[in-house]
């Protein structure tokens, strides 16, 4: 796969440089980690939403804050 450039429209934004630097693949919620003899076995990884009052925020409002996350995610999972 082609890197991510900087205009790339995905791209991390570098306004959140602690989750592009501490967010991990391999931890897990337990803490537990991915040997890195494993490390080609991780094939994804995913982000739950959920909200226990519907009305508390539109789904735009829910979303937007997720795409510079997702971005991230993408970039590590690449290996950028």
């Keep these: 796969m082609a890197p991510i450039t900087p205009d790339h429209p995905h791209r991390a934004d570098t306004r959140h440089p602690a989750l592009l630097k501490l967010w991990n693949p391999g931890v897990f919620v337990d803490l537990s980690t991915l ?3 494993s490390r080609s076995q991780l094939i994804g990884s995913g982000i739950f939403v959920w909200c226990d009052d ?6 735009d409002e829910i979303t937007a804050p997720l795409s510079e996350r997702l971005a991230i995610m993408a970039g590590k999972l690449r290996g950028q």
């Excluded at 519907?54 to 789904?59: D, G, L, R």
């Design 54 to 59: 519907p009305t508390a925020m539109t789904p």
């Design 35 to 37: 040997p890195a003899a």
